[in-house]
């Protein structure tokens, strides 16, 4: 039976690279990758099966992801994020959908945990601060929470800093030369939207704009929640000359509103919101938003996992991305 050895001596290569190329563990160059495979055809090498080598090394190069359902697109953009990063680490990723459901979600990890996962990305807002049962079970298991509140167990955690968002959002708004300014929040027992309107009041504090309590409207992130949450502004008499909208799905629904009640957006309404999500841009108006880092807290979160995996962190570690101010069509400046 020939051996890598074998094949390293046919394709004129070190026996390591053979491993490299046979394992995916290393980039190597396409030709050098063309020989080696070559070499082991010609030769009737079988490599070992990935669950041979996961129990030799007690890795399965695997990373489990448990990610809420949501028609709000920066899930996707998250996810696109992991998935990009798991490749190009030669891992791969096995992605659930919880469809906000606790049930689901236990079972979810029960699964991913039967399949040995080397570690977990948990992406579910739905459970933020809940103890979670089954990861009791392993609690060598590395996992990094990403974008929610604190926890009950002990993790590691990539965070957009939503207080800086609401903040420069408001902050915009005033620089326009707005004062009558209104919020439309996420659900405020949600730790995301509790940050944003944080930073939204503090940014109107700073500048002596008081805060009108018939312009702010608790919502849930969601288009329908958007729209019907400017009905009810429309339904408490005048409205605000800007609104604060804390996630674009909501700001599209305000804008469709905005519209069938003829209302004109930027002219006669002035809109931001946040996320930066893809379709943003193209909206009409497109929208003025704050970027959430979407991409790169994916890559962010799959690096923490990797380097717990290889104990080059320690203790809990939290990343905190920043966001930025997106200028385009849906402000008017006074």
């Not at 051996?3 to 190329?21: E, F, P, Q, W, Y």
């Not at 396409?30 to 669950?51: D, G």
């Not at 902050?171 to 929040?185: A, M, N």
């Amino acid at each position: 039976m020939a051996t890598m050895k074998d094949i390293a001596k046919l394709a004129g290569v070190s026996t390591s690279t053979v491993s490299h190329v046979i394992n995916k563990t290393r980039f190597v160059s396409e030709e050098i990758s063309e020989r080696v495979n070559s070499a082991a055809k010609e030769l009737n090498y079988y490599a070992p099966s990935a669950l041979a080598r996961s129990l030799k090394v007690k890795r399965t190069r695997t990373i489990g992801m448990l990610v809420t359902t949501s028609t709000n697109p920066f899930f996707g953009e998250v996810v696109k994020g992991v998935e990009r990063s798991c490749y190009q680490q030669n891992y791969n990723l096995i992605l659930c959908n919880t469809e906000g459901d606790n049930q689901r979600m236990k079972a979810s990890i029960d699964t991913l945990l039967q399949k040995r996962v080397d570690g977990l990305l948990l992406m579910c807002s739905t459970l933020e601060g809940e103890s979670i049962a089954g990861l009791e079970r392993c609690p060598d298991i590395p996992i990094v929470v990403m974008d929610w509140g604190p926890m009950s167990f002990a993790c590691d955690k990539i965070q957009d800093n939503s207080y800086r968002g609401g903040y420069m959002a408001a902050k915009h708004l005033i620089e326009s030369g707005h004062k009558d300014i209104g919020c439309i929040t996420g659900p405020l027992s949600k730790h995301q939207a509790e940050y944003r309107f944080n930073g939204f009041k503090t940014a109107l504090l700073e500048n002596d704009i008081p805060l009108n309590q018939n312009w702010i409207i608790e919502s849930d992130f969601e288009c329908k929640g958007g729209y019907e949450s400017f009905t009810k502004l429309q339904e408490r008499g005048a409205l605000p000359s800007a609104i604060f909208v804390c996630n674009d799905m909501m700001a599209m629904g305000v804008i469709n509103a905005a519209n069938e009640a003829g209302i004109r957006i930027p002219e006669d309404l002035s809109i931001i919101g946040y996320d930066d999500i893809h379709i943003a841009q193209y909206m009409t108006p497109a929208l003025t938003t704050i970027h959430q880092p979407k991409y790169r807290l994916g890559q962010a979160a799959v690096n923490t996992l990797l380097q717990r995996l290889e104990k080059e962190i320690v203790e809990p570690t939290v990343v905190q991305l920043e966001p930025t101010l997106m200028t385009r069509k849906s402000v008017k400046i006074l």
